[in-house]
């Protein structure tokens, strides 16, 4: 990676922390873990914002229940949609749902700087960033552009997801970019009326990876019919609290994250 050397990242004065949800491949639910783990800062009153940086599958929109277009201010900076107290900019309020994002690496690199520069976020403890699969250029230019706290990487149980996950790890790792953690997406199932657990996909692969390369495994997310029909339905898991087991497990992957960046920040590796 000849650019890990370019220019070096800059701050965003006004976001104190920029987290980004990443995935070695897709299908995994890196943005159900981005939408309601934004919803789970705000739960804590954080200011958080949440940028859809997904080019080819922005689904945000969709799961945040809302649609429209950004508009500028008279300064000429984007400004976000609100929606559940979150501050939301996305590739799709660009493209529309049905429309083909056609886009060259060095355009979507222009595209992701454009967000991070050129929106007016305000003021944001945490501006959490739905990054596409894989270890391409919206990846490598979030991480170049600026000083990203950390990377909360997903997956599945399944042994094809845990290989590409370390190809996304090891880029973060040459980035200089700290890992935050592993979330285990469709860890489990649970029968309705049972505490029974039946692990569809496999047991353990999240919390065994996180043990092979040293990292810290945040939680895992059960298989839930609600929180897909939530997502299909702009209704986030998180905001509906009938659904207690799955909202306690987005808030245990929250408190995991704030616990490793107040002990990055002790260490001195991030701010506080």
Known sequence: MAAETDTPPTSLDDIHHVIAVASGKGGVGKSTVSVNLALAFAEKRHSAGLLDADVYGPNVPQMMGVSGSLEKDSSG?????????????????????????????????????????????????????????????????????????????????????????????????RLRVPVLGIVENMSYYTSSGTDERSYIFGQGGGRALSDEMGLPFLGEIPISPAICSGGDAGKPIFLDPEFTTEIEAFRTVREGVLAEIKAAAVSGTVRS
């Open 77 to 173: 900076k984007i400004q976000p949609i609100s929606q559940h107290d979150i501050r939301l900019v996305s590739v799709g309020f660009v493209a529309g749902p049905s429309q083909a994002m056609i886009y060259r690496g060095p355009l979507i690199g222009k595209m992701v700087k454009g967000f991070l520069k050129n929106v007016a976020w305000g003021k944001l403890d945490y501006l959490v960033v739905d990054l596409p699969p894989g270890t391409g250029d919206a990846a490598l230019t979030l991480a170049q552009s600026t000083e990203l706290t950390g990377a909360v990487i997903v997956t599945t149980p399944q042994q094809v997801a845990l290989s590409d996950v370390r190809k996304s790890i090891t880029m973060f790792q």
